[in-house]
């Protein structure tokens, strides 16, 4: 098998020619390729997991096609990063079908409450949450932030499409926070893992930034 940088996971439910596309971009000496093989997910430099679609939906698929072992392996032995339902995925449960995900990390996926969904002045907001909004990063207790942010400015715009968002138990594994209106979890982080709820492939600079930054990055 011929060597593989960067796998993109399609089990069927993903943007994965944007995201493969924006990998291309970034890193043109790498190889990235879009498969639904395990074989190749497990043996790839690099993993990315993104998704687009209902959770119930997107865990049948992924376990249809056989993906659940290599995914499950590979994020926790490589670099990988989960994108939008690839980050819901990874928690416990979620109100959407009432599906259990894949129990990487405790917690829930909760859906926007319609009835809350008002600005700070006053205008009704609408669910899905859809387009730009700021991310503000999570900093440690020495004053820095993920490497993945490197070359971001802190409240950067990146592009979300969302009506549900994770809420992990375990607080320190929060790498970001967006408002909408009220604070919400948009970043994960633990050890080789980083997983967004945004699309950095839809993000222009930022997000092209972010995904260069996961090309390079090299988790201790």
Known sequence: ???????????????????SKALEHVAPSKTVVVTSNPDEIIQAARVVFPGQGAMPDCIRELDARGLREAVVAASKT????????????????????????LGLFK??????????????DGEKLKVPHMGWNQVYQVHDTHGASHPLWNGIEDGARFYYVHSYYVQPDDESVIAGYSHYPNKFTCAIAQKNLFAVQFHPEKSANAGLQLLSNFVNWSPE
């Open 1 to 19: 098998m011929s060597k593989i940088d960067i796998a993109v996971v399609d089990y069927g439910m993903g943007n994965l020619r944007s995201v």
């Open 107 to 120: 917690g829930n996926v909760k859906r926007f409450v319609t009835e809350a969904m008002v600005g700070h």
């Open 78 to 101: 490589k670099p990988f990063l989960g994108i939008c339902i690839g980050l819901q995925m990874l928690f416990e449960h979620s109100e959407e079908g009432d599906a259990d995900g």
